[in-house]
């Protein structure tokens, strides 16, 4: 059977109550969460600081057959590859924008049994992303510059998304950033399917009524296509 685009939801925990962060996970699962995304920042590739491999670990200990995309927003990546292992995640996603191998960060990722994603920030031209799509198994298109939670969405980055979408029918392509209900048609039209929503979730009014709109929304898109 060959492999078809799916739509996956994955909240952001960044602007929840990280005093609460099991609960407020927990919550987002119950509420139809695909996935959880969880912001890990250096406070140098970015200006701030989240959390790291220690707390990932804590909350693998809680909630244990969940998908864990850890967004490495970190100067050195190659540094936290076995401390995430060890902690548990599934998908390794850091920014190519410091890396001088970039080849040898996703090999080292696989070997340590997590897949690979690749984000680039809006600055970076998606041509720099492209040559190394064959190592991995996911490209973030960043839609604010990273580094904080509640941004405004960067419409103009849906050209990178549409360029990959046509190159690469399979390919799952996320978009991170101001993404909710305001902003998926444009995600899901150009192409995205892993969403990360994090203000546009968290503060919901209804949680899992915006999961389930986000999701069908972008299955909608996949569907026409
Ligand atoms: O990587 C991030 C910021 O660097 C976050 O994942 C992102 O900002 C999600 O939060 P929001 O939906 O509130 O923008
Ligand atoms: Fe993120």
Redesign the pocket.
Known sequence: MSRSLKALIGP?I??SDLSRLYEESQKLLDNGADYL?L?V?DGHF?P?LTLGHPVVKCLRNKIKDVFFET?M?VSNPEQWIIPMADAGVNQYTFHIEPVDNVAEVCRKIRENGMKVGLAIKPGTPVTEVERYISMSDMVLI??????????K?MENQMAKVKYLRGQYPLLDIEV?????PATISCCANAGANMI???????GAADQAATIRSLRETVQQAINKN
């Open positions: 952001s960044l602007n995304h912001d920042m970015v701030n967004h927003m960043m839609t604010v510059e990273p580094g904080f939670g509640g941004q969405f991170d950033g101001g993404v909710g990360v929503s994090g203000t546009a979730v968290i």
